[in-house]
C-alpha cells in the first residue's frame, strides 16, 4: 500500500492517534535510564518494543532529541525507525527540515529514499523559505509514496507575528501555507492525503487565518494534546470536517513509565475514539 492509502485506511473511521516518542532526559531518568548515549539506545529499544505492542499505528519520533547524543544518538534513532516500520506501524519523523536547492535534496534523500538509514513514511517540513524551496522533497514525497506534514500554524507565542502576517495575496502566512500546497498538489494531480499541514490543536487557527475545514482532505498532523493542553476527546471538535486527522500524544503517554505506557496508549486511543 502507498503511504496515502495506508493514511486513508486508518483515519477511514474518525481520527488516528499518533504517538510522539520524545526522549526528553527528565522523562528517561524518570523510566531509570541515564541521560547518556547508552541510556538512550536501551530507552528507545524499550520504548519502540511497548509502543508497538500497544494498538498504536501511528508514531512520531522527535529527531532533535536523538540527535543531541550525536551519532550514537541518530544510531539509536535509526534503528528505532526501521523496528517500527517492519512491525507495520505508519512512522512520521519529526525533524522539522527545510532549505533550498541541493541541500533540500540531501535532506529528501536521507528522510525519504526507500533504504536510507533514517527512511520514515512521512516527514514533518518547515516552509518559510517559501513553500517553492520544499520541492525537492515534495517530489520525492511522490516519487516513493511517501508523505509530508508542512508546519503552517504552531502555538508558540514567538511564531503570531510572523505567522498571522498578511501576504500581498491577501493570505496570511500560515493560510498562505495551507493554500500554496493544497494547489501545489492539485496542479500535479498528486494524492491530495499525501500533503498534509502541521497545525497545533492549542492554536486559534481562525486568528492566524487557517480554515482546515475549506480542505477537509488535506492530512492535519496536530500536536498539543495530553500534556500541552489540549484534550483527546475534542480532537474531532478541535478539526471539526477534516477527514484524515492525526492528534499526537508524547508526553501525557510516555510519562506512564515502563509498567503503563500500553495501557495509556490504549486509554488515549479510547479516547481518541470517542471523540
Request: hydrophobic share 45%.
Amino acid at each position: 500500500m502507498t503511504y496515502a492509502s495506508r493514511l486513508h485506511a486508518l483515519t477511514a473511521s474518525g481520527p488516528a492517534l499518533c504517538v510522539g516518542i520524545d526522549p526528553h532526559p527528565a522523562l528517561m531518568e524518570a523510566w531509570g535510564f541515564s541521560d547518556t548515549p547508552e541510556g538512550l539506545n536501551r530507552w528507545t529499544a524499550l520504548v519502540g518494543d511497548l509502543v508497538a505492542s500497544s494498538g498504536a499505528t501511528v508514531v512520531k519520533p522527535q529527531v532533535a532529541l536523538f540527535e543531541r547524543c550525536g551519532v550514537d544518538g541518530m544510531k539509536a534513532l535509526a534503528s528505532l525507525l526501521g523496528s517500527l516500520r517492519e512491525a507495520g506501524l505508519l512512522v512520521i519523523g519529526d525533524a522539522k527540515r527545510g532549505d533550498i536547492g541541493s541541500t533540500m535534496e540531501g535532506y529528501a534523500d536521507a528522510w525519504l529514499r526507500p533504504g536510507s538509514d533514517f527512511e520514515v513514511d512521512a516527514l514533518t517540513l518547515v516552509p518559510y523559505q517559501g513553500l517553492g524551496a520544499l520541492e525537492p522533497a515534495l517530489e520525492r514525497a511522490h516519487d516513493h509514496n511517501k508523505g509530508v506534514f508542512v508546519l503552517a500554524a504552531t502555538s508558540n507565542p514567538e511564531a503570531r507575528v510572523t505567522q498571522s502576517a498578511r501576504r500581498d495575496d491577501g493570505h496570511t502566512v500560515a493560510g498562505g501555507v495551507v493554500h500554496d500546497l493544497h494547489v501545489w498538489a492539485s496542479q500535479r494531480g498528486f494524492p491530495p492525503e499525501s500533503y498534509g499541514v502541521v497545525v497545533g490543536a492549542t492554536v486559534d487557527a481562525g486568528a492566524l487565518g487557517v480554515d482546515m475545514a475549506a480542505l477537509p482532505g488535506m492530512p492535519v498532523l496536530a500536536p498539543g494534546y495530553g500534556a500541552q493542553g489540549a484534550a483527546l476527546s475534542s480532537a474531532r471538535d478541535d478539526f471539526a470536517g477534516s477527514r484524515h486527522l492525526l492528534p499526537v500524544a508524547a508526553r501525557s503517554v510516555l510519562s506512564a513509565g515502563p509498567e503503563g505506557l500500553v495501557h495509556a496508549i490504549d486509554g488515549a486511543l479510547a479516547e481518541v475514539a470517542s471523540a
